[in-house]
């Protein structure tokens, strides 16, 4: 049995069931839970019981409130680190972005139940993904991006440099209890937790002091949850995979079934629908056939390399 689980606001919530019928295609007796706004709480609830959904709606502020996170996070920023001539608007998606890896550790740390796997919830599986084998989860690595400050903050925790680094951002990831009793052992490891505090706000002060270890603010991305336990698997001796065929970039509308069908024959496990990326409701086929090109892995590494070609020139 796997225990799928998803953090969200309300504007993602369309994705939800459709994934929800993608995944009883794939795996047997899955249960679901949503880690939910309070303030949406009723109304996603509601959502569901209308759709027929059977999951476990969580208020995050079991895990840890919005005004507390931002309390515990900004405690260890200086004012002019906060002030640092940033935009309302990246400060607040921002703050967003470090406060949802927050409730996906904690909602794990919290729930160590036999077979844990998250998704984001705009992605949506076109093919089944094998997440885990002989009770080790499968780590399952991404030829798309290698974030350099990704790889600090798993050297900083783990106190180890991997020889060869890759990236396991792949808007999912799964993790057994043992390895969820590991990752308290190594995030205890690096940072001991105070007994008044909860979890939510122990992981979030370790987010906040490895952000402000190497970096003067925090209105990038310095530190994915999905390194961090990928590596943290990695140490307890589970498996890389083959890097995943997945569509992400160029994906500027939502696609139709019959696409959908066509990604999964053409090797691709799953489709992500990003706000900031998206451009229309509905990709029409030169938009599909555009986006396959473009997210072939071979394809993808060429023109990054080309990208970062063009900024050095």
């Given at each position: 049995?796997?225990?799928?689980?998803?953090?969200?606001?309300?504007?993602?919530?369309?994705?939800?069931?459709?994934?929800?019928?993608?995944?009883?295609?794939?795996y047997k007796?899955?249960?679901?839970?949503?880690?939910?706004?309070?303030?949406?709480?009723?109304?996603?609830?509601?959502?569901?019981?209308?759709?027929?959904?059977?999951?476990?709606?969580?208020?995050?502020?079991?895990?840890?409130?919005?005004?507390?996170?931002?309390?515990?996070?900004?405690?260890?920023?200086?004012?002019?680190?906060i002030t640092n001539i940033v935009p309302e608007k990246r400060f607040k998606i921002m703050m967003g972005w470090y406060y949802q890896q927050v409730l996906k550790i904690t909602h794990v740390l919290q729930n160590p139940k036999s077979n844990n796997v998250m998704i984001d919830a705009d992605?949506?599986?076109?093919?089944?993904?094998?997440?885990?084998?002989?009770?080790?989860?499968?780590?399952?690595?991404s030829c798309y991006e290698k974030n350099k400050n990704y790889k600090l903050a798993c050297q900083e925790i783990f106190s180890y440099i991997p020889k060869n680094w890759d990236s396991y951002?792949?808007?999912?990831?799964?993790?057994?209890?043992?390895?969820?009793?590991?990752?308290?052992?190594?995030?205890?490891?690096?940072?001991?937790?105070d007994e008044d505090d909860s979890i939510g706000i122990w992981i979030t002060k370790i987010i906040a002091t490895v952000v402000t270890k190497f970096n003067n603010n925090f209105f990038d991305s310095y530190f994915s949850e999905q390194d961090i336990i990928a590596n943290s698997n990695l140490l307890i001796g589970c498996k890389k995979n083959n890097e995943l065929k997945f569509l992400r970039s160029m994906v500027v509308g939502e696609l139709n079934p019959w696409m959908l069908k066509i990604a999964s024959k053409l090797g691709f496990s799953y489709v992500t629908y990003e706000h900031h990326i998206l451009k229309k409701k509905k990709a029409n086929f030169a938009d599909f056939i555009l986006m396959s090109i473009i997210n072939f892995p071979i394809i993808h590494v060429f023109l990054k390399r080309v990208q970062r070609l063009r900024k050095i020139l």
């Open positions: 049995m796997i225990n799928f689980f998803f953090v969200f606001k309300f504007n993602k919530i369309d994705y939800i069931p459709q994934n929800i019928n993608q995944i009883n295609k794939f007796n899955s249960s679901y839970s949503i880690v939910s706004p309070g303030n949406e709480f009723d109304r996603i609830n509601n959502y569901f019981l209308k759709n027929l959904c059977d999951v476990n709606i969580i208020n995050e502020e079991n895990y840890i409130s919005f005004d507390l996170f931002k309390f515990y996070f900004l405690k260890f920023f200086k004012d002019e680190q992605t949506i599986l076109l093919r089944k993904i094998n997440f885990f084998e002989n009770g080790k989860s499968i780590l399952h690595k951002t792949v808007q999912s990831f799964s993790i057994t209890k043992e390895e969820v009793e590991f990752l308290y052992e190594n995030f205890n490891n690096f940072f001991q937790k």
